[in-house]
């Protein structure tokens, strides 16, 4: 019901928009969330939205990230910008907080150095 995409392989400081699309229902009433897991780590957090607007960031990303939502499009977006060879991970949208049956399958998102 939530699929992630737009990953891809970047230099550092370089930029990716991930793109999430919901289906099955409308997610405008909720909160959504980016969410990501590097090889061999726990998944994180990393960007929040909620049903008005209200955005929270990880202090990994504050400032080099931007979470967004369209929900006439029933859509969430991650504008990472000024990327670094640690944002490297599998990214993942799901409500926020999460719902454990919400997982997809992610974006890879690869920052050579």
């Known amino acids: 019901q939530l699929q992630a995409s737009g990953g891809g392989l970047v230099q550092a400081g370089g930029s990716l928009r991930l793109s999430c699309a919901a289906s099955?229902?409308?997610?405008?009433?909720?909160?959504m969330g980016w969410f990501r897991q590097a090889p061999g780590m726990e998944r994180e957090f990393v960007a929040a939205?909620?049903?008005?607007?209200?955005?929270t960031y990880s202090d990994s990303v504050r400032g080099r990230f931007t979470i967004s939502r369209d929900n006439a499009k029933n859509s969430v977006y991650l504008q990472m910008n000024s990327l670094k060879p640690e944002d490297t991970a599998v990214y993942y949208c799901?409500?926020?907080?999460?719902?454990?049956?919400?997982w997809g399958q992610g974006t890879q998102v690869t920052v050579s150095s």
């Open positions: 799901n409500l926020y907080p999460y719902d454990s049956e919400m």
């Open positions: 099955g229902r409308t997610f405008s009433s909720y909160a």
């Open positions: 939205v909620t049903w008005s607007g209200t955005k």
